[in-house]
Nanobody
Framework: QVQLVESGGGLVQAGGSLRLSCAAS????????MGWFRQAPGKEREFVAS????????HYADSVKGRFTISRDNVKNTVWLQLTDLKPEDTAVYYC???????????????????WGQGTQVTVSS
């Protein structure tokens, strides 16, 4: 199992930026593909972005493509999600997740990720 702790959320005006961090421990981080998901009030948790073990491959939801960037540093055991040009509809709790060994990849399914952080709130005001 890998333990994940997110940080970096907050309140920002539309058009602004935030950088979310996810610190990992418990497994060799370079062996773990990572993802970011989000859940808005009253909605299901949805895929945002994912990144391969060494960062060579990334995937994004259409709604965030061109505005969000996922990256990682396997020495720091950290994955980031850079959020730019934020919109009110980006308001949600953002979760990082560790992909389960042997599960489908690339994937947008929550069930292919076995470890989750506690989430960090992002609120975008109009």
């Amino acid at each position: 199992q890998v333990q994940l702790v997110e940080s970096g959320g907050g309140l920002v005006q539309a058009g602004g930026s935030l950088r979310l961090s996810c610190a990992a421990s418990g497994r060799t981080f370079s062996n773990v593909r990572m993802g970011w998901f989000r859940q808005a009030p009253g909605k299901e948790r949805e895929f945002v972005a994912s990144i391969s073990r060494y960062g060579g491959s990334t995937h994004y939801a259409d709604s965030v493509k061109g505005r969000f960037t996922i990256s990682r540093d396997n020495v720091k055991n950290t994955v980031w999600l850079q959020l730019t040009d934020l919109k009110p509809e980006d308001t949600a709790v953002y979760y990082c997740a560790a992909h389960s060994t042997g599960a489908n990849w690339p994937t947008r399914r929550l069930t292919d990720f076995g470890s989750w952080g506690q989430g960090t709130q992002v609120t975008v005001s109009s």
